[in-house]
């Protein structure tokens, strides 16, 4: 329900990593499903126009229910993992909602958009079965890149951008994944500027961990730098703790600190990460 009757502490506590406390009810909004639903798959010669892409279809207010990128590598080890045959290629995953005659007008809308910045046709998945086996892919993506190197672990970090920015800051990370010979395909609810890099790394070498550690601190500034935030969506935890310092500042810290110390005063809850 609509409220603006003090401070939001849903949101407080929602995005407090399980420092401040912990939930013990909930109460959901349901809403009703779409009349009817499309999803597609989208090719691109790079990421930068895939990106691209995405912006532009946010300019345009097309009502895009769900927009997914995969670079080429992760479009590749999705395509293999899960026997797709995807093209190794950056590729968007598109899904459109809304009542059948709006979805023709939609579906032709994003062709056109796509069409200019040099995507590849699109074949449209309307029946059940088909739009889950595509999506099942997708959400099958951290298997996807761990089998890219067996026996090898993984360790997933992200950022947010502003969407005008978010063009150059996927490209300038896909330039240092690959300066830093780094396995680390790139995926992203690119609609609201998150995107994540899973790293693919053998543990026992110190090197190439270190190499992931040095890769994850110049994302989160890179990140920073365009205006945007050193996590969108995996949180602080103990890794970002010198990046949350750099993006709120020692006022922003100690504001948070006070937080914490009111409503955890023993420091019970989560000890030692986020701040």
Request: hydrophobic share 40%; glycine share 10%; proline share 4%.
């Amino acid at each position: 329900r609509k409220r603006a009757a003090g401070y939001d502490l849903t949101s407080l506590f929602v995005g407090s990593e399980g420092t401040l406390g912990f939930l013990t009810q909930a109460t959901l909004r349901l809403h009703p499903l779409p009349e009817a639903t499309a999803v597609t798959i989208a090719s691109f010669p790079g990421v930068g126009a895939a990106v691209a892409c995405t912006v532009q279809v946010l300019q345009a207010a097309v009502p895009v229910a769900r927009i997914e990128f995969l670079d080429e590598v992760m479009a590749d080890a999705c395509g293999r993992f899960s026997r797709m045959g995807l093209p190794v290629a950056a590729t968007l995953l598109l899904e459109l909602h809304g009542s059948r005659r709006s979805l023709a007008e939609q579906q032709q809308q994003m062709e056109e958009i796509v069409r200019q910045n040099g995507g590849s046709s699109l074949a449209w998945a309307e029946g059940l079965e088909e739009r889950e086996q595509l999506w099942s892919m997708r959400h099958n993506a951290w298997y996807a890149a761990l089998a890219l190197r067996p026996g090898c672990q993984g360790y997933s970090t992200d950022v947010c951008v502003p969407i005008s920015r978010l063009p150059d800051v996927v490209v300038e990370t896909k330039q240092d994944l690959q300066a830093s010979s780094l396995t680390g395909p790139m995926v992203g609810h690119v609609g609201d500027g998150n995107f994540h890099c899973i790293l693919v790394f053998n543990s026992q070498d110190p090197e190439e961990a270190q190499r992931i550690h040095a890769f994850t601190q110049r994302l989160g500034r890179r990140a920073l730098a365009a205006g945007g935030t050193c996590t969108g969506e995996h949180g602080v935890g103990l890794g970002k703790r010198a990046l949350l310092q750099e993006e709120l500042g020692q006022e922003g810290l100690d504001t948070l600190r006070s937080i914490k110390a009111a409503l955890d005063p023993h420091n019970l809850m989560n000890p030692g990460k986020v701040l």
